[in-house]
């Protein structure tokens, strides 16, 4: 029991490498997903996923395709797959809750994710929401299909020029570079990650955060998030879906596009979807109110425990 490195298995030539928690307890409510965002790894998880066990959740982590320890070279660190790179990322996560679901068949599943994976965590409820107990959307938003079309191209070009695997540092600024326009005057390129420098400082010096990510992973994340987009609709109306971020996360555009999202779900008519917004930046889990937040995630699971009928992957 308690934390044991783990190796998820995925095909003849895949093995995620993950993290599972297991409380000491035996009376457990239920099993928590974490699905990282990008260039960061599941490490960062670690107090999250802690307090998450010692409240009597089973808790299981992996580091995805392209990050840290599931890359075997550095210079891997960024690239998916040539072609189609978020349906690996969507169909590892779909590996990870069939073995954890056929291991533990009666216990609810929840699965977070946190920015990047937030996306990973809609799609995946667009395509299997009557499969799981709950989605909790961390540091998400909803992005405009144009601007995403636009980038896409630009990923295609580029792609043409330079091969799938160039680090494009054209694209990272495009994606990113205005972020740290609300946070002057800038102490690092990271300031929009959280309001603690110590927390930034932990990042900016980790090899295996805050990296320049492929051309190819670049057009697959906007082709990923314009597919979300356009079908939301496939949603079911009775997953519960939690919404939480900072005020200041330029990611969800200082709360506005998570509050749009809560809004076309509201829209859809899902009967259950709570947002809330917190002091703090992008990564809310190590920023001034992470106990809080934590706190509320775990009261948020503990309030959607009623068992409902969850079919098989």
Request: proline share 2%.
């Amino acid at each position: 029991m308690g934390k044991t490195l783990v190796d998820l298995k995925i095909s003849q030539d895949v093995i995620l490498r993950g993290r599972l928690y297991e409380p000491e307890s035996n009376l457990i409510k239920g099993i928590v997903i974490i699905v990282h965002g990008m260039a960061e790894h599941i490490d960062r998880y670690d107090s999250f996923m802690q307090k998450l066990c010692d409240n009597n959740y089973i808790v299981i982590g992996y580091n995805q395709r392209g990050h840290y320890q599931t890359i075997v070279d550095y210079k891997d660190y960024g690239f998916i797959s040539e072609l189609d790179g978020f349906d690996y990322l969507l169909n590892d996560l779909s590996n990870v809750f069939k073995q954890i679901k056929d291991k533990h068949p009666k216990l609810p599943i929840f699965i977070f994710g946190h920015s990047m994976g937030s996306f990973i965590a809609q799609r995946f409820g667009q395509l299997f929401s009557t499969k799981v107990n709950g989605l909790i959307l961390c540091g998400t938003g909803v992005n405009n299909n144009l601007m995403l079309r636009t980038a896409r191209l630009l990923s295609k070009c580029i792609i043409k020029v330079k091969g799938p695997r160039h680090k494009s540092k054209i694209l990272d600024k495009m994606t990113f570079g205005s972020y740290n326009k609300n946070f002057k005057p800038n102490r690092t390129n990271f300031d929009w990650l959280n309001t603690i420098d110590s927390e930034v400082d932990k990042y900016v010096e980790d090899k295996y955060c805050g990296g320049i990510f492929s051309a190819a992973f670049f057009r697959d994340f906007f082709s990923m998030l314009i597919t979300i987009n356009n079908n939301n609709e496939l949603i079911s109306k009775d997953i519960p879906i939690l919404l939480v971020s900072g005020k200041d996360d330029p990611v969800g555009n200082m709360g506005k596009s998570v509050n749009k999202l809560y809004n076309e779900y509201i829209r859809l008519k899902i009967k259950d979807v709570n947002m809330k917004l917190y002091e703090g930046r992008h990564e809310i889990l190590q920023d001034i109110e992470k106990e809080i937040i934590i706190n509320d995630i775990i009261l948020w699971l503990d309030m959607h425990l009623i068992e409902n009928e969850v079919s098989d992957l």
